[in-house]
């Protein structure tokens, strides 16, 4: 009679100080629906991240049924770049690996990030994987 053997494999190749890896990016689906404002300010994870220090909420309110995002929007604390503002990133939320590219209103934030969110936490990693972007509840 034939023997079976599982022989289970570990990638020990991955670097944990990947943010990527750290925070389960980019994401295999599509981005679910969100409707949330993130009120607990915006924090950073990595090396070279802007000063977000400023972000007061950050609003999404994306609709994957739709396709269609309704509301991407900062309030800050300062009025730099205003109190209230909205941006229109090019975004693949509708897609596996879903992301965005910012370019304009808060140059500090220009770039490409992966995404993902649900009821607590918005977590943004640049596609590069050196720093994350964290808007928590």
Not at 37 to 56: C, F, H
């Amino acid at each position: 009679m034939p023997k079976v053997r599982n022989v289970y494999c570990k990638d020990t190749f991955a670097d944990p100080n990947d943010l990527l890896n750290k925070y389960g990016l980019p994401l295999p689906s599509a981005l679910p629906t969100i409707n949330h404002a993130y009120n607990g300010g915006a924090t950073t994870d990595g090396t070279g991240a802007p000063n977000v220090s400023n972000i007061t909420t950050f609003t999404l309110a994306w609709d994957l049924g739709q396709n269609e995002i309704d509301k991407f929007a900062f309030t800050t604390s300062d009025g730099v770049p205003s109190f209230y503002f909205t941006l229109s990133p090019a975004n693949t939320f509708a897609s596996a690996n879903p992301g965005f590219t910012l370019a304009g209103a808060f140059t500090a934030l220009n770039g490409d990030y992966y995404i993902k969110a649900d009821d607590t936490q918005c977590v943004w990693v640049k596609t590069d994987g050196k720093y994350a972007i964290i808007f928590t509840k």
